[in-house]
């Protein structure tokens, strides 16, 4: 079984910088794309960053240029580094996993908040 372990979350001041942390465990697959999403209260969860097993990067929009996201399959562990962070910034932050190729399984982690004060 996979699990998913996030770490990182607080509450920082508008203009702040903060960095998130997911570590996987159990059967990683060479084969797989890790990603981070948010959900804000009252709103869906929409897809924040993805990173492909050959590390290439994507972004939602409105973070371009403020996030990065990077892992080290080495630890199975996947980052988000979020700058310049807005209130409208703020959500329970989720790491995911698509484990394999098609069809793959897909993982959640429980979960991390994040605050941004204004």
């Known amino acids: 079984q996979v699990q998913l372990v996030e770490s990182g979350g607080a509450l920082v001041p508008a203009g702040g910088s903060l960095s998130l942390s997911c570590a996987a465990s159990g059967t990683i697959f060479s084969i797989n794309t890790m990603a981070w999403y948010r959900q804000a209260p009252g709103k869906q969860r929409e897809l924040v960053a993805t990173i492909t097993n050959i590390g290439y990067p994507g972004y939602k929009n409105s973070v371009k240029g403020r996030f990065t996201i990077s892992r080290d399959n080495a630890k199975n562990t996947v980052y988000l580094q979020m700058n310049s962070l807005k209130p409208e910034d703020t959500a329970v932050y989720y790491c995911?996993?698509?484990?394999?190729?098609?069809?793959?399984?897909?993982?959640w982690g429980q979960g991390t908040q994040v605050t941004v004060s204004s």
């Open positions: 995911n996993l698509r484990n394999g190729g098609e069809p793959y399984d897909e993982y």
